[in-house]
């Protein structure tokens, strides 16, 4: 009987154990505001944020360069890219993904946020029909309160 109870009851227990990891991640009405720092004429930029706003996010945008917001928020300067955003406390440097950006909200590790350094081709903002559709391979990092960083999500990696 014992070996019944439990084949009946562990497709229940699997699903109440991944519940809280998607119930967690944050609705659009539950999002913070996302304030980007970056660069007027910068056409990636514009079309990360318009990405972003599809998926839900509110921006508010600063047409003043990011270079000092980065500094400020003490993100190092290897994980620079062309933007920087502030989000819940945490710093978004780069083209970083929506579910990443979730991710991190719903997980609140101890960190100073999430960069994609540079500016890969295929990443959100990088990815217009300019680029033919390629896709290059880029890693999201988790950058930590000593400026290590570690891979938080790869993309386009065999």
């Not at 009987?1 to 609705?27: D, G, H, I, K, N």
């Not at 972003?52 to 921006?59: I, M, Y």
């Not at 920087?84 to 946020?113: C, D, F, M, Q, S």
């Amino acid at each position: 009987m014992q070996r019944r109870s439990l084949l009946l009851t562990a497709p229940a227990l699997l699903a109440a154990a991944t519940l809280p990891a998607w119930a967690a991640t944050p609705s659009a009405k539950d999002l913070p505001v996302l304030q980007v720092w970056k660069d007027p004429s910068c056409g990636c930029c514009k079309d990360w944020i318009s990405y972003l706003q599809r998926d839900g996010f509110q921006v508010q945008v600063f047409e003043t360069g990011n270079t000092a917001m980065r500094q400020r928020l003490g993100l190092p300067q290897k994980y620079a890219s062309c933007h920087t955003a502030l989000i819940g406390g945490y710093v978004v440097e780069g083209h970083v993904n929506a579910r990443e950006i979730r991710r991190l909200l719903a997980e609140k590790p101890k960190a100073i946020g999430l960069s994609v350094p540079g500016m890969p081709i295929g990443s959100p903002g990088m990815d217009g029909p300019e680029y033919g559709g390629r896709q290059d391979p880029y890693d999201v990092v988790l950058v930590q309160p000593d400026g290590s960083a570690r891979v938080y999500q790869s993309y386009f990696r065999q």
